[in-house]
């Protein structure tokens, strides 16, 4: 499969933007899909995790209760809507898929697919 993220650009502080991710072929709806971000400097690290239908989702603490990650499998899109944004959310932002089940999705070397990146970049 492959993966196409877009969505990204720059935003003030406390702001919002939504990324979307499309997949090709028809077999979205058989992949785990996640979010994950790369800062400058720093390791990939994990963002955000959806199940195949879309029923479960989980996140860690540092964007809990900020981000919300959704798909739309008839669309093969998944998409990330980030609110109340801060500076340390800048980074470039990838989507990702993989096969299996829904319980350990955090770990990058998880996945088997990558999209592009999208740079997110929150700043005044």
């Known amino acids: 499969v492959q993966l196409q993220a877009s969505g990204g650009g720059l935003v003030q502080p406390g702001g919002s933007l939504r990324l979307s991710c499309v997949a090709s072929?028809?077999?979205?709806?058989?992949?785990?899909m996640g979010w994950f971000r790369q800062a400058t400097g720093k390791e990939r690290e994990f963002v955000a995790a959806?199940?195949?239908?879309?029923?479960?989702?989980y996140y860690p603490d540092s964007v809990k209760g900020r981000f919300t990650i959704s798909r739309d499998n008839a669309k093969n899109t998944v998409y990330l809507q980030m609110n109340s944004l801060k500076s340390e959310d800048t980074a470039l932002y990838f989507c990702?898929?993989?096969?299996?089940?829904?319980?350990?999705?955090?770990?990058?070397?998880?996945?088997?697919?990558w999209g592009q990146g999208t740079q997110v970049t929150v700043s005044s």
């Open positions: 959806i199940n195949k239908s879309g029923s479960s989702t």
């Open positions: 990702a898929a993989r096969k299996g089940t829904f319980t350990i999705v955090t770990r990058r070397d998880e996945y088997d697919y």
């Open positions: 072929g028809r077999t979205f709806g058989s992949y785990i």
